[in-house]
């Protein structure tokens, strides 16, 4: 089992920057692959990034690419989003999710595991 908290969220304007971080409890956490998701107002949940259990491994979805950071830290058991130059489009509930199975990485049905979000929100 893995519970999975998100903090970080807010206002800011354009250009600003969000540092977005998950504290994770449960023992396997050091050998999940971890992910932010998105989800904005009337829209479906959508990747946002990705990175591998040994943090080597990273993956963004391209309106993101440049712009945010994932990273993580298995001794303090988080994984954290750094967002900078951030857009009116990027205005989102924002989650953190743990996989325990095999499949598309970008995929919201591969993770078993998710917190309860926390909302972005940039003015223009």
């Known amino acids: 089992q893995v519970q999975l908290v998100e903090s970080g969220g807010g206002l800011v304007q354009a250009g600003g920057s969000l540092r977005l971080s998950c504290q994770a409890s449960?023992?396997?956490?050091?050998?999940?692959?971890m992910a932010w998701f998105r989800q904005a107002p009337g829209k479906e949940r959508e990747f946002v990034s990705y990175?591998?259990?040994?943090?080597?491994?990273?993956f963004y979805a391209d309106s993101v690419k440049g712009r945010f950071t994932i990273s993580r830290d298995n001794t303090k058991n988080t994984v954290s989003l750094q967002m900078n130059s951030l857009k009116p489009e990027d205005t989102a509930v924002y989650y953190c999710a743990a996989d325990a199975r095999k499949g598309s990485i970008f995929r919201v049905g591969t993770y078993d595991y998710w917190g309860q979000g926390t909302q972005v929100t940039v003015s223009a």
């Open positions: 990175i591998s259990w040994t943090g080597t491994s990273t």
């Open positions: 449960g023992r396997t956490f050091s050998r999940s692959d």
